[in-house]
């Protein structure tokens, strides 16, 4: 992908560069980008926001289990390596990384849950 990007006569790649401003009226006709401590002005006709995909786990407990992308191991009933903590989503090891996965995954977790607490004595 990055050497597709690179080779791409229609992309400009920015490095080091981060946007400090987004500009217009009603619709957006500018940004302002620094770079190394210079701003500069480019105008555009559209913003589109690219989130990382780095997976949030450092506020787990160091039992709950992680592969080697940093994301929750999960069986088949969602629960993690740690007895009584589910969990669902991008964040697990699942392969298919989809709204609709992961709402179902939401709902398959949320019935296990359910279950465990049904037969867990508390
Ligand atoms: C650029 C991009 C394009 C995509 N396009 C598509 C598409 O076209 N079709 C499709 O089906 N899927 C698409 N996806 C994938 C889809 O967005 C995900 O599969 C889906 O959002 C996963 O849902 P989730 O609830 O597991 O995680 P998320 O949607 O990532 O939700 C996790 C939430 O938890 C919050 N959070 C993190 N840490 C904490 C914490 N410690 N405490 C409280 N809250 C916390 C986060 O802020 C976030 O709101 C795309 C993803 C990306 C990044």
Redesign the pocket.
């Known amino acids: 992908m990055l050497d597709k990007i690179k080779n791409s006569n229609k992309i400009e790649v920015l490095n080091n560069s981060e946007v400090t401003e987004v500009r217009g009226n009603g619709t957006v006709n500018g940004i302002g980008v620094e770079t190394k401590g210079s701003t500069n002005s480019l105008a555009v006709q559209g913003v589109f926001v690219?989130?990382g995909?780095i997976p949030?786990v450092d506020?787990l407990p160091s039992g709950v289990a992680l592969n080697k992308h940093n994301k929750i191991i999960i069986d088949k009933r969602n629960m993690t390596s740690v007895p009584g903590i589910f969990s669902?989503?991008?964040?697990t090891d699942i392969l298919e990384?989809?709204?609709?996965?992961?709402a179902g995954e939401?709902a398959k977790a949320a019935i296990q849950v359910a279950e465990y607490l049904n037969k867990t004595e508390v």
């Open positions: 690219e989130i995909s949030t506020f669902a989503g991008d964040v990384k989809q709204t609709v996965v992961a939401g």
